[in-house]
């Protein structure tokens, strides 16, 4: 029987007030995990709570902005207050930031769309790791991109840049931790239907890209939330260091 229930499980996600972030949130909450949804969008974060009812775990919402260190630590030490411990932290807060050629971005763009891509997960896995290196078990789970494999759009650069760090990231932290346990491990999705996917692609829906999915369809938030929820299971024990791509075969193409 596989086994997904993370029952007493302390588990952070960020990015969680809408699209793959709240999916991933509620499901982790419904397999009976105590659950710290974390975001930058107050209003977004309060329609994640209600969409929990109350059940198998606990799902409770934080401010937090991940470019900001200290607001990083004092999220993961909130996680862990209740355990003692932080099982599972996800990676997820992102932004596309402004989609325009390399010789017209502003260094403003390149700060934003890395800092909270890039130094969000760094700042993330450092402080999730102060607590898991002692216990010598946790899993981390880096929301990367397709993107960070292929580019396949002209202005996508910052995007894609810091998706393939996350991937590279990745990797470094399963090596430099696996000997205490930890794993670390990423996913990449596809087209996914979420709000950054549907403000991309404006009236067009659904986008021109799924022409090149070989399922011809465009993924769904839940895909990916019941992968992460696997990826952190014990039926996922060996894996680590890998960025497992959840994109209806599109880097197949």
Not at 72 to 79: H, I
Not at 192 to 197: C, F, G, K, S
Request: hydrophobic share 45%; net charge negative; charged share 15%.
């Amino acid at each position: 029987m596989t086994d997904l229930a993370h029952e007493g499980k302390s588990v952070v996600v960020t990015g969680a007030a809408g699209g793959m972030g709240r999916a991933i949130a509620l499901a982790y909450a419904a397999a009976g995990a105590s659950v710290i949804a974390a975001d930058v969008n107050d209003d977004g974060l309060a329609e994640t709570r209600a969409l929990y009812p109350d059940g198998a775990g606990t799902l409770v919402t934080r401010n937090c902005d991940v470019r900001n260190e200290q607001a990083v630590a004092d999220l993961v030490g909130q996680a862990a207050d209740k355990t003692g411990a932080i099982d599972i932290l996800v990676n997820n807060a992102a932004m596309l930031g402004e989609w325009v050629p390399i010789a017209e971005q502003t260094s403003e763009n390149l700060d934003r769309v890395f800092g909270v891509n890039v130094k969000g997960a760094i700042f993330g896995m450092k402080h999730a790791l102060q607590y898991m290196i002692p216990r010598k078990s946790g899993v981390i789970v880096n929301i990367a991109s397709v993107q960070g494999f292929r580019v396949a759009y002209a202005g996508a650069a910052f995007y894609a840049a810091s998706k393939a760090a996350l991937v590279s990231l990745t990797k470094s932290a399963a090596i430099e931790n696996g000997q205490y346990g930890i794993r670390v491990v990423g996913l990449a999705p596809g087209p996914i239907d979420t709000p950054m996917l549907r403000s991309s692609a404006g009236e067009d829906w659904p986008p021109p890209i799924i022409n090149d999915v070989p399922l011809a369809k465009i993924g769904q938030v839940e895909d990916i939330a019941r992968t992460v929820l696997w990826l952190s299971s014990n039926d996922a024990a060996y894996i680590s260091g890998a960025t497992l791509p959840v994109d209806g075969g599109w880097l197949a193409v």
